[in-house]
């Protein structure tokens, strides 16, 4: 009830548009029950005047006909129309609510998104709940005023028959769609289950492809996923049953409503209280007046999914805001120095500390390299430097001052980062380097493109910089996303620079020479290096040593080649990184 | 006809028996509906000119009751059939389509992408439900039905059966003549439709970059922008596609009253010719509005036809292609006291035209530890897939103790291989499914003894299930260490004569790279092994290492030969030493 409640205010912006398609569904509801009606009654009162030879006005029901027939014709386009024109309006609408709300979440809270999964269940959550307004909230306010108005109608006649026909149309409209809903509500959730138990097998075979052909599991795969998708299969069956049996009934009811209307009306005619033309109208009128009807079972399908899509946009929307900004925030910084002071951090409250007593320096203008395994806090550095999370003890300052004291987006305005999971969009070059600096000129584009040293590679393309990226800059080679991410990075000319393991997944000609590079394009600033690779180390001022979120030594490259040998056993590695 | 259409239709021949069932079914309601007009017409006809009163209509009554609860009983079954009639469609195509990728190999689901091939496999199946449950049977019955109504009405009034056959057939030509236009402008609005979303999705998954570069509120306005251009555009499509369900609707309605005011003008005898009845005309217009219901139903189905085809693209460009032949190949594997291997001048190229081996010869003996070494894309990866026979040479050929490797019975051959890839995929599962794959009979005690011998009795003896624990995609979390030991396992367990080794680059902490350095020169105990290697330490236990260079032999020999030649190998290996 309460996501009921939600999804209304949601909506409370497009109320107009929503009106606009109600008001069109019920002219021609109305206009097709008058066709119905005035149809039954002009051939009966014809018959009749033709049998008695009485006298006729036969100009206004024909022509009523007519004008009704020309309104369901075009009420039905308005309708269509106007609920489409809602349906888009609602959908931009949630679109942007929903990227408004997620974007001071991440990456805290999106945490637990696993891969692309949650991503794009989160882009079908939006789009199912268009359903919402206009398959579930239009279509249920139609058929409550198309009963009411049939009720209304038939009780100029005679109440009982009024009764009669409110009673089926609720039956039909609401208690049947209700019943195969609960009916099938437990079955359909676990559907759901079971085809994301198929699709996960699907994707094991698939991605697991190569292991499984090399160890001859290939039957194995395909009967495991035959036997997923007979459990899917079976459950469907289930709910096809429950959809047959209460579309069965539901045209049953309208039909038996018919039947005890007939038994209703005919005595009536009989005592006068009815004439015979009445009697073949209300016959057809009973007939249409299910129409109103029809949309509900789907409504009520879309009721339950819609639900639970709103359900878990909601909660992800609802999750408690990773950081704060202060109320009074620091502006001004005059120099840029950082410092980590005792730092303690851990992303789950009682969990395992990512960071513990943490104690660092940068000067400001300095190289200072983080070098540790992956688990040993290097990433979390980053997160707490940039405030995506809270820490929890200790002090990071910047130029002096506690960076929780800023606005968490005057941070991340002086810090540039590149790092390997720097996001490039599915558009442009070009496109991609201004969403860093909106306003920036060709000529800057192409000086922060020499400096990152990927100007040459650019214009040798036959697009240049209109040259389209793909999705996740799939059609760059490694070197020169990495190098494009760099370029995107300088242009912002921020004072820090946080360099996240630069050189990841790119082979050693290659990440020699991006190092190179950044030591050229950085000079000056200060500069934070995240690595594990000893062949990262060359340009840096000093090392700092990290192990289990906390500081095990701090030197130059000399100095711990000679004291430490951990830091020395790090330079046993034969250079032949990943082959493409 | 089009292959694809051709495709469709050859689906249709495998479901003949419960298509025409729910063709049958729902085509015996259409008659009754026949009778239950005649009955009502009786009814009201005998209540209105002939006084009758309940007592003697009740044989009617009851048979109308009956009528209606057998259309009902056809209901159920009718959706019952068709259901039937998907499933097994749907089964049957997601069958072949995965066996079919499996045939096409590894190589071409990394090519494609496991998403995509995923969700082909998965919602391209499901797009063709709706075409064979509701498109197609509604398509039979909307030439059916009309035609027996027809057939039933130009004997009682000829009138109205002209006005029935000269808008008959104008609905479905409408529908397909402003339908093609439509169709076009369709498909345009879904991929704009898709780009959208894309865009969405991108922005949500690229929120953390969008973040460090502040630049959030600009892509905000952005999305808001497309969508705003896109509902635009779009409603200037349906504006147009809509005026063709309006002209469906026109003709319908117009039909009807036009067939009612003239019943009702010859009723009333103003006019000289097709003189008729009371009972007959009411038959008629009752029959009216279910003559042009299945015209209408096929048109709200024609999207379904689109959905079919267009996901039938996806499917019959993957079906329809030859399966490379291998089953041919039937010679047993060649005795010998271990696997000589001869590559004799193979090259290969990958279906992108990338070229990856050129010329190579190369040749290992039984028993030797072979590492092979190279900067990215020199070719390395290329030798494993040949050797599992994911890919075959362009030319040249391999041979294995003189026999050549496409003449040896496929399975056979990969049996006595173990192999274990740079990044193993852990599928979705308990740990001993991971590790008995393609093994699934395997001895509990030689489960027992591959974990030991692989190193992971340890960590698996600390899961809260042991070996029945549930890993991968939504199950326990592994890290990076323990997927390298499972994956030793897997080899351990196969127990295979030519063991295929690609290292792991990523870091690892030293323990667990020493633990897993020791656990794989057990494995390559008395084996002969191929190892791609990344780490001196590998090296230097090899027997003879090769240096490729873009598909090329550059340098072969032992570590300290090699460094002293100073080559390739020396500036690989030395990027670390000299630097310091």
Not at chain 2, 48 to 54: E, N, R, S, T, V
Request: glycine fraction near 8%.
């Amino acid at each position: 009830m309460k996501t009921l409640g939600r999804l209304l205010v949601l909506g409370k912006g497009y109320a107009w548009w929503m009106v606009f398609g109600l008001f069109a569904s019920l002219v021609t509801l109305v206009a097709n029950l008058g066709l119905m009606a005035v149809s039954g009654w002009f051939i009966a009162s014809m018959a009749i005047a033709g049998a008695t030879g009485a006298a006729i006005n036969y100009f206004t029901p024909a022509a009523l006909i007519r004008a009704f027939a020309m309104l369901r014709t075009g009420g039905r386009y308005v309708d269509r129309l106007a609920t489409h024109e809602a349906t888009f309006r609602i959908l931009g609408g949630l679109r942007l609510w929903f990227f408004d709300h997620l974007e001071p979440l991440a990456p805290a809270r999106l945490q637990l998104a696993r891969g692309g999964d949650l991503l794009s269940r989160i882009r079908a959550d939006i789009d199912s709940l268009e359903n919402f307004y206009a398959r579930l909230l239009v279509p249920t306010a139609v058929a409550i005023l198309g009963i009411a108005a049939t009720g209304l109608f038939l009780q100029f006649y005679d109440p009982v028959l009024a009764l009669v026909a409110v009673l089926g149309l609720l039956f039909a409209g609401f208690a049947v769609p209700y019943a195969s809903w609960r009916l099938g509500a437990r079955i359909g959730a676990r559907r759901v289950e079971y085809d994301a138990d198929l699709r996960t097998a699907i994707v094991d075979g698939i991605q697991g492809m190569g292991e499984i052909a090399a160890f001859g599991g290939e039957a194995q795969a395909r009967r495991r996923i035959a036997e997923l998708d007979a459990r899917s299969v079976n459950a469907q069956r289930y709910l096809s049953k429950v959809r047959g049996l209460s579309e069965a009934v539901s045209s049953l009811a309208a039909n038996i409503t018919l039947w005890v209307g007939l038994l209703v009306a005919i005595p009536l005619v009989r005592t006068a209280s009815l004439d015979g033309a009445e009697l073949a109208m209300i016959a057809l009128f009973l007939l249409a007046a299910f129409e109103s009807v029809f949309p509900l079972p789907q409504a009520f399908a879309l009721l339950g999914s819609t639900l639970t899509a709103a359900r878990r946009l909601f909660e992800i929307v609802d999750s408690p805001l990773p950081v704060l900004d202060p109320a009074n925030p620091t502006v001004h910084v005059s120099r840029y120095d950082l410092e980590f002071d005792d730092v303690g951090f851990s992303y789950a409250a009682g969990g395992n500390r990512a960071l513990k007593r943490l104690s660092f320096r940068v000067n400001e203008g300095e190289r200072i390299a983080i070098l540790g395994s992956s688990g040993s806090g290097k990433t979390t550095i980053v997160n707490l430097l940039l405030r995506f999370w809270e820490y929890q003890a200790g002090n990071i300052r910047l130029g002096g001052c506690e960076i929780r004291d800023f606005r968490a987006d005057d941070v991340r305005s002086r810090i540039a980062v590149v790092s390997q999971h720097s996001h490039l969009f599915n558009t442009t070059i070009r496109e991609n380097l201004r969403i860093a600096v909106p306003d920036a000129d060709q000529e800057t584009l192409e000086r922060a493109c020499r400096i990152a040293g990927i100007h040459e590679t650019i214009t040798a393309k036959p697009n240049g910089y209109d040259t389209l990226v793909g999705e996740g800059g799939i059609r760059l080679s490694g070197g020169e996303a990495r190098r494009l991410v760099v370029a995107r990075a300088i242009l912002r000319d921020t004072p820090v620079l946080v360099l996240d393991e630069p050189t990841e997944g790119l082979d050693s000609p290659t990440a020699a020479s991006l190092m190179s590079m950044l030591d050229k394009a950085t000079r000056g600033r200060t500069v934070l290096l995240i690595t594990h690779k000893a062949a990262d180390l060359a340009h840096v001022d000093r090392i700092v040593m990290l192990e289990a979120g906390t500081v095990t030594d701090t030197g130059t490259h000399q100095e711990l080649l000679h004291r430490n040998p951990a830091y020395a056993s790090l330079h046993d590695t034969l250079n032949t990184p990943v082959q493409a | 006809m089009t292959s694809v259409e051709s495709w469709l239709a050859t689906q249709r021949s495998h479901v003949r028996v419960s298509l025409f069932t729910a063709v049958g079914l729902s085509f015996g309601s259409g008659l009754l509906l026949i009778v239950q007009a005649y009955l009502m017409a009786l009814i009201v006809d005998s209540v209105i000119f002939l006084g009758a009163d309940l007592d003697s209509l009740w044989p009617f009554l009851w048979g109308l009751l009956a009528v209606f609860v057998v259309r009902s009983t056809l209901v159920f079954f009718t959706e019952r059939a068709a259901f039937e009639t998907a499933v097994t469609v749907k089964t049957r195509a997601r069958e072949a389509l995965f066996r079919r990728l499996q045939a096409l190999g590894p190589l071409h689901a990394s090519d494609v992408g496991a998403g995509t091939l995923a969700s082909l496999v998965m919602e391209g199946i499901e797009a063709l439900e709706d075409f064979y449950a509701r498109y197609l049977p509604d398509a039979a019955l909307a030439a059916l039905v009309p035609a027996a109504f027809f057939v039933v009405v130009l004997p009682r009034d000829w009138f109205s059966a002209v006005v029935f056959l000269s808008t008959a057939p104008l609905i479905p030509l409408f529908m397909i003549l402003i339908g093609k236009g439509a169709e076009h402008l369709n498909r345009r609005q879904w991929r704009k439709l898709a780009h959208l979303g894309g865009r969405l999705l991108d922005a949500i998954q690229g929120l953390t970059t969008l973040k460090i570069l502040n630049a959030t509120r600009r892509e905000a306005g952005v999305i808001a922008q497309i969508s705003d251009e896109y509902r635009r555009s779009t409603m200037s499509v349906l504006r147009v596609a809509f005026l063709s369900s309006m002209v469906l609707e026109f003709f319908a309605s117009v039909s009807i009253a036009v067939v009612a005011v003239f019943i009702g003008f010859r009723l009333v005898g103003y006019l000289e010719w097709g003189t008729i009845d009371f009972r007959t005309g009411f038959f008629v217009l009752l029959l009216a509005p279910d003559f042009y219901r299945p015209l209408r139903n096929l048109g709200t189905r024609y999207h379904a036809r689109l959905d079919a085809i267009g996901a039938a693209e996806g499917l019959v460009k993957y079906l329809e292609q030859p399966t490379p032949e291998r089953d041919r190949a039937i010679h047993p594997i060649p005795d010998g006291p271990g696997f000589s291997i001869d590559f004799d001048q193979v090259s290969l190229s990958y279906s992108s035209g990338v070229s990856s081996l050129h010329m190579l010869t190369l040749n290992v003996t039984p028993g030797e530890r072979l590492a092979l070494v190279g900067p990215s894309g020199a070719g390395k990866s290329s030798v494993f897939n040949l050797l599992l026979r994911f890919a075959d040479p362009e030319s040249g050929s391999i041979r294995i103790n003189g026999v050549d490797l496409e003449k040896i019975e496929l399975d056979e051959w990969r049996r006595h291989i173990a192999w274990m890839p740079q990044r193993p995929h852990i599928f979705h599962g308990t740990l001993r499914d991971n590790v008995t794959l393609g093994f699934s009979d395997a001895r509990q005690s030689d489960v027992d003894d591959a974990i030991e011998m692989a190193g992971a009795s340890e960590f698996v003896s600390r899961l809260p299930d042991g070996l029945d624990t549930v890993v991968g995609e939504r199950g326990q979390g592994l890290s990076g260490g323990q997927i390298q030991r499972i994956a030793l396992a897997r080899a351990f367990l196969r127990d295979a004569p030519l063991l295929l080794l690609d290292e792991a680059t990523a870091s690892l902490d030293e323990a667990a790279e020493s633990g897993i350095g020791e656990a794989v020169d057990r494995l390559a105990d008395g084996r002969t092994v191929l190892i791609i290697a990344h780490r001196l330490r590998t090296v230097r236990s090899a027997d003879r290492i090769v240096v490729l260079d873009k598909g090329r032999i550059v340098e072969s020999g032992i570590h300290d030969n090699l460094l002293h030649d100073n080559g390739l190998y020396a500036a690989l290996a030395g990027h670390s030493r000299n630097r310091s």
